[in-house]
T-cell receptor
């Protein structure tokens, strides 16, 4: 099946620095990717939809200047957490669906990135 | 709008017990339905899916049947194992490759030996 790879799997950074998380579709072209945030023992919160070659669409309440999304190619989307603070510590997960596989297809998920801001 | 409601956990079962996690949905049209599983510290993995009414998805001993009349997609397993301990998410899609899945809140399952 299709594979989505996310990197890094975990990162620790100092408060005030920026962190970039990469999400790659390994065997299909993803014109659209999705970024989620998950707090401990809670569900997934959709943060934004990343569109190849255009601006990302952010969900209500998500700061676009804080969470920069770039989707420069059909296989790579990046999420940059700028000027990170301890409250940004969370588990971030990317996802993509393979549009060539048809209308009823599942989404494939990256392994997730555990961000800890100290 | 589209939404998914699943039973709240946590659910704690003894090994070899029968598992049911309820999931109901609200959607326009005919969505596809999914169950995902998330093991600790990992992303989500597709467990099973069903794309039309009366379809039964199955995998690793888990089953779920797409019931249009009751708008449900309950997850069942006849005999759970300790290794099944995870968080289970019910989800639906609006049948477009460019839209995100709609997820339930997740149900945490703990199986004890």
């Amino acid at each position: 099946g299709a594979v989505v790879s996310q990197h890094p799997s975990w990162v620790i950074c100092k408060s005030g620095t920026s962190v970039k998380i990469e999400c790659r579709s390994l065997d299909f072209q993803a014109t659209t990717m999705f970024w989620y945030r998950q707090f401990p023992k809670q569900s997934l919160m959709l943060m934004a939809t990343s569109n190849e070659g255009s601006k990302a669409t952010y969900e209500q309440g998500v700061e676009k200047d804080k969470f920069l999304i770039n989707h420069a190619s059909l296989t790579l989307s990046t999420l940059t957490v700028t000027s990170a603070h301890p409250e940004d510590s969370s588990f971030y997960i990317c996802s993509a669906r393979d549009p060539s596989a048809g209308m009823n297809t599942e989404a494939f998920f990256g392994q997730g990135t555990r961000l800890t801001v100290v | 709008g589209n939404s998914v409601t699943q039973m709240e956990g946590p659910v704690t079962l003894s090994e070899e017990a029968f598992l049911t996690i309820n999931c109901t949905y609200t959607a326009t049209g005919y969505p596809s339905l999914f169950w995902y599983v998330q093991y600790p510290g990992e992303g989500l993995q597709l467990l099973l899916k069903a794309t039309k009414a009366d379809d039964k998805g199955s995998n690793k001993g888990f089953e779920a049947t797409y019931r249009k009349e009751t708008t449900s997609f309950h997850l069942e397993k006849g005999s759970v194992q300790v290794s099944d301990s995870a968080v289970y998410f019910c989800a639906l899609t609006r049948n477009s490759g460019n839209t995100p899945l709609v997820f339930g809140k997740g149900t945490r399952l703990s199986v004890i030996a």
